[in-house]
């Protein structure tokens, strides 16, 4: 996949997604850390320092997709969703993948999830990936669950009881599975 590679939203608006530069480390960390505090769909129960974001999302290949500006001359690009990818074990393992993503709320809806999940699986091929493996989907994730499954992951796995929600609730964690070799 070429990058930056555009897309065009549902309401029309322009954006492309591209690698993500360092200095854009600290708008992608206060996106996740938005999401971390909305309890719903990252593990994490505290914001994320810059220290802990650097391990947590920057270990391989990081992604954002822009806005385009009207005027790229006058106007920065506004940062509209972004992911990583990563090998999800070491070693003998390492050619299966990993990925976490960040729509933020005023965005949701766009079809941002869908034109990230698409290039990533792209992306995946074009790295050497042989499967992508999510780990921890909270099972009442249900914009991410019906993605995932409409791009062809399968459940491969649910933990019981395995995330307690910000309300004191307990919910399983559903583990998803996609190979991306061609059979």
């Known amino acids: 996949m070429d990058l930056p590679h555009p897309f065009q939203l549902k309401d029309g608006t322009p954006v492309a997604l591209a690698p993500m530069q360092p200095t854009e480390g600290e708008t992608v960390r206060n996106l996740l850390n938005a999401v971390i505090l909305e309890g719903s769909s990252y593990p994490q129960r505290e914001p994320l320092t810059p220290d802990g974001f650097a391990d947590y999302w920057l270990k391989a290949d990081a992604f954002v997709v822009r806005r385009l500006a009207s005027n790229p001359a006058t106007t920065c690009p506004e940062i509209v969703g972004a992911f990583y990818l990563k090998p999800n074990f070491p070693g003998r393992c390492s050619h299966i993948c990993n990925a976490g993503f960040i729509v933020p709320p005023e965005v949701r809806g766009q079809g941002i999830?869908?034109?990230?999940?698409?290039?990533?699986?792209?992306?995946?091929?074009?790295?050497?990936?042989?499967?992508?493996?999510?780990?921890?989907?909270?099972?009442?994730?249900?914009?991410?669950?019906?993605?995932?499954?409409?791009?062809?992951?399968?459940?491969?796995?649910?933990?019981?009881?395995?995330?307690?929600?910000?309300?004191?609730?307990?919910?399983?964690?559903?583990?998803?599975?996609?190979?991306?070799?061609?059979?």
């Open 113 to 183: 999830g869908r034109f990230m999940g698409e290039a990533m699986l792209s992306l995946a091929r074009d790295r050497g990936y042989r499967a992508v493996m999510y780990n921890l989907i909270f099972d009442t994730n249900l914009a991410s669950l019906a993605l995932w499954r409409s791009l062809g992951f399968q459940e491969i796995g649910r933990i019981p009881q395995a995330v307690a929600l910000p309300d004191g609730a307990f919910v399983d964690a559903i583990m998803l599975y996609k190979s991306l070799v061609e059979e």
